[in-house]
Structures are given as C-alpha cells and as structure tokens.
C-alpha cells in the first residue's frame, strides 16, 4: 500500500523555480487559489508542511452549506458553488449536487423554515411535509417499522430541502485535487515543504521554505488556522482562535442511504441565514429550555453520507488559542445520541477524531495583504469548504 508520508518522492523534491503563484498549504483553500490560478495561465508553486494534507479539508462534513449563507458569504458561496462543479469535473473528485435537508421536530424549527423560504427565491429552500422529508432521505417507500413507529427518521413535524447545497467527499476530494494539479503544466506541489518566512526580491516576493528558497510574484499564504505560527501579530489583530470540533464515523447503518447532507435544530442555530430570520430566537430559547446540553458543548448536530455509505457525524465546538487534544467522551456521546434519535437506527462508531478550524469573532473570512506580494487567506468562520473556491476565485481575479 502506498503510504504517502514514505513516498520517495516527496522526499527527493526540493524546489527552486520562480513562478507567478506561491501557495502556501494545500487544504481546500491553497488548492481551490492554485486551480484558478492555473486556469489563468499562471505558473504555480503549492508547498505543503505535511506529507499529504490533514488539516480541517480532510476533518470536515464535506458540505458545502451555500443556502445557508448570508450577505457577502451568500455571495461567495453561490460563486464557490458553480466552481466546484467545474474543477470536480475536470479533476475528477466527486461532487454531488445533492442539497440538504433540515429535520424539524417542533413548530419553533419549522417557523425557521418557513420565514427562510419566504425571504428566497422560489424553489430555493423548499418546505416539506414529514413524509416528503423522509422520501429525500430515501426512506419514503418503506413501510413504517415497529421500532421507528413512522419508518426511519422519526419524530418529524416536516423539514425543508436547502436546493443549491452540494455534497463532496473530505476524505478524497483534496487528495484528488491536488494530483490533478500537480499533473498540469507550469505547476509544481512540495510535500513537506513548510514556509518559514518572506521578503522582498527584485522580481517580487522571496519565500524561505524548509527546503530552500522560492521566488513568485505573488503569494497566497493558505495555512488554515495557522496564521498565528507566520504572522503571529495579524492572528491576534484578526482575534483568531482554534475552534475544536468533536466528530465520528459510523460504519454504514442498514438500509440508510441519503445523499443530502442533514442539519437539525442547532444547525439552525449556528448559520446566518436561519439566525438572521426572526424566529430564531424563539427556537433557540426552546432549545435552551429542552436540550441544554446541546448549547452547552456548542453543538451543530449534522450528518452526511460518503459514497461508501459510511456517516459523519459531528459536531461539537470548543475554542482555544491552542487547543488540546483530549476528546471528551460526553460529549460526543450527546452527539452520536441526539443522531441516532434523528436517523431512527443504531450507530457502530467505527472512528472518531477532532477537526480545527480558523475561528474569530472580528469577521468570517481573513484576506489580507501584509507585505506587497503576500497575500494571507483564512476562512474564520467554519464554512472554507464552502467559500473556498469562490473566495479563491475573487483574490485571484485581482492579479489580472
Ligand atoms: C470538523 C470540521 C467540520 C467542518 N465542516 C465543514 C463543512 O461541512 N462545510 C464547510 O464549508 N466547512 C466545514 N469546515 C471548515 C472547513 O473544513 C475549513 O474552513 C477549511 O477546510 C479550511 O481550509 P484551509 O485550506 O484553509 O485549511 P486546512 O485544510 O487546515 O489546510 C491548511 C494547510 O496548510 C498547511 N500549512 C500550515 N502551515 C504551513 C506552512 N508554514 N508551510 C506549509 N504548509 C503549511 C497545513 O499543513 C494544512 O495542510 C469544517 C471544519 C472542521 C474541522
């Protein structure tokens, strides 16, 4: 088996070439910069710290939540949407335009809904009635069972299918992004390649990597939540934080099988544009009032299904200026449990493991020149696969 943190050839590269594009990490937002750039017919550099990326792009639900946004993000994120389907045809990953379907189990949850379809285009954020919700999820034909008492998926008062949402695969889709890119001409990816710092040169930029230096016109400095290890000063200014997110695996439960991603009440919680509408307070005092727990450990209760029929689940969150490694069984107990409540069936956790993300309070996304050429890009907000080729999109556009 290939095992990417021996392969040879990540060991053997060194670079040394000037290009137009240094990219500095290669999560979803330093490989989304390095696809529009070559579509621009720029050269491109990707370094990488790691031998093959694990950091939030791997860690994540793979949804790409576009409904959900608001204002400039709504914006980014319908941009980021039509791109994601172009670079998943061209590169071959999987991206699936499979939306999302919120559960509802209350009135409160269902008057969230309702005020957010009103406010979109038609077709947009379509209302469901309990058996329409359970018919997305690929439980409309059958028969209701003794256990579920309204077969699978029980308890719902109705729900709503979030249209333009679209499903990828965490675990394979930066793996596969980042092969293509290295296979296009004019761009070179460094595995365990770290950026050390930078500075001027005539021609532009000049980057002290692990491995040497490298020269570009113009930088993207991609590092996820790491913006405080290069430039320590902006992360303080910009208030970012690690956010610590508890997530599982379940080995694929008989007989489930949806393709939308699926949010619940506390989702509805956490994203703008159900908070934005005036019915989230109400829903959010009901929340408070019967399942405390759930604000307690900052819970977005949500779950997708990859294409081997496994299920992420998650998710929890925690922020630190580092964050320590330790799970807390409780509360990914409080997670799994309010889930399958939500499924209607027994999960076998099969993994579990903690995701960090970029996280602050002064603004969700962090695009900042900080030196001419250098460029740092940080989603602050928990939505970078979401924004990621949009936000890319929009600072690349800028060289031309
Ligand atoms: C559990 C979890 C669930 C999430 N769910 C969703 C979701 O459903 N939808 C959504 O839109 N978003 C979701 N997010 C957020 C999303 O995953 C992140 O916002 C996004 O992946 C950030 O991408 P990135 O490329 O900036 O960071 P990363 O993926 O962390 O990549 C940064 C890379 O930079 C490298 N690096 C760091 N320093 C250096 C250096 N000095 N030199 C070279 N390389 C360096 C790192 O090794 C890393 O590979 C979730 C996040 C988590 C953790």
Request: proline share 5%; charged share 15%; glycine share 8%.
């Amino acid at each position: 088996m290939n095992n990417p943190s021996t392969s040879p050839t990540t060991a053997a590269s060194t670079p040394s070439q000037s290009t137009d594009v240094v990219i500095v990490g290669a999560g979803i937002v330093g490989l989304a910069h390095a696809a529009h750039a070559v579509a621009n017919g720029l050269t491109v550099t990707i370094i990488e710290r790691d031998h093959h990326a694990a950091g939030a792009s791997v860690r994540n639900f793979g949804h790409c939540c576009i409904t959900a946004q608001s204002g400039e993000l709504y914006e980014l994120a319908q941009t980021s949407r039509k791109y994601w389907l172009e670079f998943a045809e061209q590169a071959g990953f999987w991206a699936a335009e499979a939306g999302a379907v919120v559960l509802a189990r209350t009135d409160a949850e269902m008057a969230v809904l309702r005020e957010l379809s009103s406010v979109r285009e038609p077709g947009q954020v379509e209302l469901l009635s309990p058996s329409g919700t359970r018919e997305l999820l690929g439980a409309g034909s059958s028969a209701p069972s003794a256990e579920s008492h309204d077969g699978g998926w029980p308890g719902l008062v109705g729900g709503a299918f979030l249209r333009d949402d679209l499903r990828v695969d965490p675990r394979t889709t930066v793996a596969t992004l980042a092969e293509w890119l290295s296979q296009q001409s004019g761009v070179e990816l460094h595995w365990n390649t770290a950026a050390l710092g930078f500075s001027q040169s005539p021609d532009g930029v000049s980057v002290q990597t692990s491995r040497g230096e490298l020269r570009a016109k113009q930088v993207f400095v991609c590092v996820g939540h790491d913006v405080d290890y290069l430039f320590p000063d902006l992360a303080a200014e910009h208030q970012i934080q690690r956010c610590a997110l508890q997530m599982s695996l379940a080995a694929k439960p008989a007989g489930v099988e949806f393709a939308p991603a699926v949010l619940t009440a506390t989702s509805m919680l956490r994203y703008p544009a159900f908070t934005d509408m005036p019915a989230a307070a109400a829903l959010r005092a009901e929340v408070q009032e019967n399942q405390p727990e759930l604000l307690e450990i900052g819970a977005n209760v949500m779950f997708t299904q990859r294409p081997d029929g496994t299920v992420i689940l998650g998710d929890s969150h925690h922020y630190h200026l580092t964050a320590d490694p330790f799970l807390d069984e409780a509360v990914t107990e409080t997670l799994n449990t309010e889930i399958a409540a939500r499924i209607g069936e027994p999960l076998e956790i099969v993994q579990r493991w903690q995701g960090i993300y970029a996280s602050s309070e002064v603004a969700p996304i962090l695009v900042r020149d900080v030196q001419p050429g250098v460029t740092v890009v940080s989603v602050t907000s928990g939505v970078g696969m979401t924004l990621s080729f949009g936000l890319a999109h929009r600072n690349v556009s800028r060289l031309s």
